[in-house]
């Protein structure tokens, strides 16, 4: 039998409104604006966004506001506002060899083309709490220097002149899109590749380290990590030609993995691939990793049964609105169940409690 | 009746570019006030899926969405204009499409003036502050001299 309940509508409001009030915290500390969270908490609205997989620094940042700092949550808003648009189409590929860069790095090479920038980066930062920024005061500027014009190449393609790196296959075959059909599996490079860059941040982390300490080993250097601007592109159908129709910013990491070659192919480096939306290191680092990771049937290497190996493993659990979905709603009534799963239980003790007293 | 060439595609990429890239704020202060316009698209608010390479040179992968706003309209004069635009400014793609339908009338010498190359100033301005903060952050290795080599 299965009675409709009804009711908790006013618990539901008033929780609500404490929520809301709880949100403001004390009235007597000055309100964040949108505009503050956006630009002083920079890199919360960037990985909202690269995990919300919606590039929108303002809805971002109201997301984060909205959230309480909660960036999981903060991820669920933006998910759920961008079901709500319609798609106007897709962007030509950005092309990230023409990244104006605000920081590039190799750990492969010292002197390289285009040089290495280090941009604004928390390395080499000593990683004591600052107290000056407790209060209130004023940045000095940024130093400055002439900047070069020089184009800055893709490291890899210097390796590529040797043939020591394999070139990715080219072409401009249309991509599946996870977010309009289900993800199937096997999954093609490309689809993973999206489900990894909308991933959590401390799931492919995690993945990424795991190859590290073995398990699934990827031996990686970090051929090039580069942070910068692309401009974005679109063919405009009433035109006939391509706009662009904005910039975005974008971390890429391209990482260089040693591979003993196989029957057809001599021993040459090979690639893992990172591009997240905005300033996001160390998911673009992970991201390469794992991506390496997940090409070894491709590329003839023993299946060890690692984590990271593991397409099916990675992929479906690898999203943490999915995953906070299924996980929380367990708190939420299952009185029914549950009704249920006692009655069984009782059943089965007085069963036992029975044949114990026949035996006596 | 002096007839203008029509602008090249070239040209015409270039403006919708600067135009989609401006700041709403400034693009508003340069050109504030809207000639008579019909939509034949009102604006619309809507993703756009951002593509990248894999290894930046290899086959497209969907990355992720962007917000875009666009418009076309038709000015009293009969030139049609686009907007695209990204973000949720449905006034900065409004700006943009007129601007891009009198870009391609006689208004188009002015308009390059007082529009277009302020943002093209300020763009450059604000890329060229970057790129000079980044290039201050450039490493400049030098080795030192070790004793046994002497």
């Known amino acids: 039998m299965y009675v409709a309940v009804k009711g908790g509508e006013r618990a539901i409001d008033n929780a609500h409104a404490w929520l809301a009030e709880e949100r403001r915290g004390d009235t007597t500390v000055s309100e964040l604006s949108v505009a503050q969270i956006r630009e002083q908490l920079a890199l919360a609205v960037n990985r909202v966004m690269a995990e919300g997989s919606l590039y929108d620094p303002d809805l971002a940042a109201l997301a984060i506001k909205q959230a309480r700092g909660d960036l999981i949550e903060a991820i669920f808003l933006i998910r759920a506002y961008r079901t709500t648009l319609p798609r106007l189409g897709a962007s030509l590929p950005v092309k990230t060899e023409e990244m104006a860069v605000i920081r590039r790095v190799s750990a492969t090479f010292k002197d390289l083309p285009g040089g290495q920038i280090l941009g604004p980066t928390f390395d080499y930062t000593h990683r004591l709490l600052d107290f000056k920024l407790a209060a209130e005061g004023e940045v000095p500027a940024a130093p400055t220097a002439p900047a070069s014009t020089a184009p800055v190449p893709h490291v890899t393609e210097f390796l590529n002149r040797e043939g020591m790196i394999e070139t990715e296959p080219t072409g401009d075959a249309q991509p599946a899109d996870l977010t309009r059909e289900p993800m199937e599996l096997p999954a093609n490079r490309a689809l993973r590749l999206q489900a990894i860059t909308r991933g959590d941040e401390g799931f492919i982390l995690s993945m990424a380290y795991s190859t590290q300490r073995g398990y699934g080993r990827t031996h990686a250097f970090v051929g090039e990590l580069r942070i910068g601007t692309v401009a974005v592109e679109m063919d405009i159908p009433e035109l006939g030609f391509a706009v662009e129709i904005g910039e975005i910013e974008l971390t890429e990491c391209e990482t260089v993995n040693q591979f003993k070659g196989s029957k057809t192919v001599a021993p040459q480096f090979t690639r893992g691939y990172g591009l997240v939306f905005g300033q996001t290191e160390r998911k673009a680092i992970a991201m390469s990793l794992v991506d390496r990771s997940l090409r070894w049937a491709e590329l003839g290497e023993d299946y060890t049964g690692a984590p990271a190996q593991d397409e099916e493993f990675v992929l479906m659990h690898a999203d943490n609105v999915q995953a906070t979905g299924f996980l929380e709603h367990i708190k939420l009534p299952h009185y029914v169940d549950f009704q249920s799963e006692l009655e069984l239980v009782r059943r089965l003790r007085a069963e036992v409690f029975a044949t114990q007293e026949a035996a006596e | ?150």
Do not use: Y
């Not at chain 2, 409004?94 to 763009?123: C, H, M, Y």
């Open chain 2, 1 to 150: 009746m002096i007839v203008h060439p029509a602008p090249q595609p070239t040209d015409r990429k270039a403006w919708m570019g600067l135009l989609a890239r401006a700041k709403p704020a400034h693009l508003a202060t340069l050109f504030p006030q809207l000639p008579p316009h019909d939509f034949l698209r009102a604006p619309e608010i809507g993703a756009v899926m951002v593509r990248g390479r894999i290894g930046g040179t290899g086959q497209p992968f969907n990355l992720g969405e962007m917000t875009v706003t666009r418009c076309a309209l038709r000015l009293g004069s009969g030139t049609v204009g686009h907007g695209h635009v990204q973000g949720r400014d449905k006034a900065h793609a409004t700006r943009a499409a007129v601007l891009d339908a009198l870009l391609q009338t006689d208004q188009a010498a002015a308009l390059q003036i007082s529009v277009l190359q302020p943002l093209a100033e300020g763009e450059a301005q604000r890329r060229a502050t970057r790129a000079a903060k980044a290039a201050a952050t450039r490493v400049e290795f030098f080795t030192l001299v070790r004793g046994e080599d002497q």
